[in-house]
């Protein structure tokens, strides 16, 4: 049994990388543009808290995140917003080791 339930897909958020320019910065089309707008979208939370956290992960590591990576952050945004604040607080630990180690990632980026 998962750790979060599952949400309804979201088309074309599904960890497909951006192309890197000859100066090492991410080049994204106008759909994979569109995509990171629903995927911000998606991250809205009802914590101010919890929107900053994902934020920070998507402006820091997603550009460069596998596609392993980024499915492990897609599944974490199916997360309850309750349990997602206690595991970002350090009061639990996800069960789910892949969670588990890309929340303690987010926690250990640097504020904006």
């Given amino acids: ?10 088309p074309g958020i599904d960890g497909a990388h ?4 000859g100066n090492g910065t991410m080049a994204m ?9 629903r995927l911000r979208w998606r991250c809205r939370r009802g914590m101010r808290e919890l929107d900053q956290l ?7 590591a997603w550009p460069q995140a596998s596609d392993a990576e980024r ?15 206690h595991w970002f607080m350090g009061h639990e630990a996800a069960t789910d080791a892949e969670l588990d180690a890309l929340v303690q990632r987010i926690r250990a980026l640097p504020p904006r």
Avoid at 1 to 7: A, F, G, H, I, K
Avoid at 18 to 21: F, G, L, S
Avoid at 71 to 85: H, I, K, M, S, T
């Fill in 18 to 21: 951006a192309h890197t320019r």
């Fill in 54 to 60: 994902f934020e920070r992960w998507l402006d820091h």
């Fill in 29 to 37: 089309n106008a759909g994979e543009e569109a995509d990171l707008r």
């Fill in 1 to 10: 049994m998962d750790v979060c339930e599952r949400r309804p897909a979201y």
């Fill in 71 to 85: 499915g492990v952050f897609l599944r974490l945004l199916d997360c309850e917003d309750d349990r997602l604040w």
